[in-house]
């Protein structure tokens, strides 16, 4: 294990963090807020033990490996989410510092979920710290890290891998540190155009950067009580579900659109599956809330669209209290947050891709049991996908379930219901935002325990991480050497 490696990148993640707490000071400073201060103090915080880290001597031939990737990816978030719930302490915004901590991991692992019962009375530069955690998670601090600090070599593919989502890893272009800046491009160009087209549908440009951060990073914050709904308005949803299902696509495949290669883009199953499951799933809530609730239709197919392709995409805005709807909904809401979008987007949940390689794992085992001795591969998009993926795609499942399970049981001693509690569990590990009933939409996870809120926080960034970097940071055998 190559520590010094690991606490350099570690002191230059603290910098980007330092970096990033100076635009919410900037916002305070020009609405003439006073807690200007807090920002500053954790950004130099945070910049002293960077710095330190930063400078520390590491030799020119060291590569990192990939089990140095994973430890540096796993303790590099943690310590963002440490250091990033300071502001909130400080400021009073959130004077519990456990709360503050579930808020910023919910904030950096683009869950949504929040401990605040009403953001209206905070201060606009603590709303600002809010949403750009969610921006900064998001794409990832890591690869942030790689678009803008001095590159790894070869190893640095060990730290994308590690924090990129999705079964199958690869560049877009040979150099890592050049695919970091093309991805951070594409979430730039997003961004900048959902804040122009929000802005023309009559937001505010603070409330429009902040939405647009929160929606392209699929994360749900938001600077209003209500959420989306409070502005009533028909083009801001929909300019909302536009840009939410476009943050769900696979980032790959949008920089494939850029350079012309559109039936390259087209030809992808997992976008095509995609796009089957969100408009299938918005016929049949639309279906559902106009038989069962008498919702007319106009406004069964913006609020289904919508909600649909929120959660789908782990997004979790709500303009409706949709923990309400027909049980039918309700249900086919919850298998949306368990399927997520894209791999290579900023979505959560267990992955199209992933569901795809089960599906054909499955008919390939039927097969075999028809006709024993028949060969068969597996393949994406017209390519064989290599046994090591499937077995990990399974192993993801696996362990993605059995933290889902014991997630929910812990939830459970809160008193709570199993639906309550078993959707608690499974929106934080799918980084969704809100759950149902007590912990719906229209509600908050304030009420829950201690114990309950670390798990959870524990959760979200495991999610966030696609379980295996955690999995690796606490296995004893990492910190073993041979």
Not at 290 to 311: R, W, Y
Not at 328 to 345: N, P, W
Request: net charge positive; proline share 4%; hydrophobic share 50%.
């Amino acid at each position: 294990m190559n520590f010094r490696l690991i606490f350099k990148i570690l002191g230059y993640i603290l910098l980007v963090e330092a970096a990033g707490l100076l635009l919410p000071m900037g916002v305070s400073l020009c609405y003439g807020e006073g807690t200007w201060t807090s920002f500053a103090i954790v950004s130099l915080i945070c910049a002293v033990p960077g710095l330190g880290l930063s400078r520390l001597r590491v030799g020119d031939r060291v590569q990192m490996q990939g089990r140095d990737g994973y430890m540096a990816v796993a303790l590099a978030w943690l310590g963002l989410s440490a250091f990033g719930a300071l502001p909130y302490v400080i400021s009073g915004a959130i004077p519990h510092y456990v709360d503050a901590l579930f808020e910023t991991v919910s904030g950096l692992t683009t869950t949504g979920a929040t401990v605040l019962t009403e953001v209206e009375h905070l201060p606009r530069g603590v709303l600002f710290w809010r949403s750009e955690t969610q921006w900064m998670g998001g794409m990832g601090v890591l690869v942030m890290f790689l678009a803008l600090m001095p590159r790894l070599g070869d190893g640095a593919v060990h730290l994308m891998r590690a924090e990129s989502p999705g079964p199958i890893k690869s560049k877009l272009v040979p150099k890592v540190g050049d695919t970091a800046k093309i991805l951070y491009g594409i979430y730039v160009g997003l961004t900048l155009g959902e804040t122009v087209a929000l802005r023309l549908a009559g937001l505010s440009w603070f409330d429009a950067v902040n939405h647009a951060f929160t929606t392209i990073a699929t994360g749900g914050f938001s600077v209003r009580n209500a959420s989306i709904a409070s502005y009533g308005s028909p083009a801001v949803v929909w300019i909302v579900t536009v840009f939410t299902f476009l943050a769900g696509v696979n980032f790959a495949l949008l920089y494939a659109v850029l350079r012309g290669q559109w039936r390259q883009a087209l030809r992808s199953e997992e976008l095509r599956l995609y796009t089957g499951l969100a408009v299938g799933a918005t016929a049949l809530v639309c279906l559902n809330l106009c038989v069962q609730t008498g919702i007319p239709l106009g406004q069964s197919v913006t609020d289904a669209s919508f909600q649909v392709v929120t959660i789908m995409t782990t997004t979790g805005y709500a303009t409706r209290d949709f923990a309400l709807w027909p049980s039918f909904s309700r249900i086919l809401l919850a298998m949306l947050m368990f399927a997520g979008a894209c791999a290579g987007s900023t979505a959560g949940g267990v992955k199209v891709s992933r569901i795809l390689i089960h599906l054909k794992s499955l008919r390939r085992e039927l097969g075999r049991i028809v006709h024993p001795r028949h060969l068969s591969v597996i393949k994406m998009d017209g390519e064989v996908v290599s046994e090591s993926v499937v077995a990990t795609c399974h192993s993801f499942l696996a362990a993605y379930l059995v933290v889902l399970i014991a997630g929910a049981l812990v939830v459970s001693w809160d008193n709570l219901g199993f639906e309550e509690s078993f959707v608690a569990s499974l929106t934080c590990i799918g980084n969704v935002g809100p759950a149902l009933g007590a912990l719906g939409p229209m509600s908050n996870f304030s009420a829950l325990s201690l114990l309950s809120k670390l798990v959870l926080a524990l959760e979200m960034l495991m999610g966030r991480l696609e379980l295996f970097p955690l999995l690796v940071l606490l296995n004893p055998a990492t910190w073993r050497e041979k």
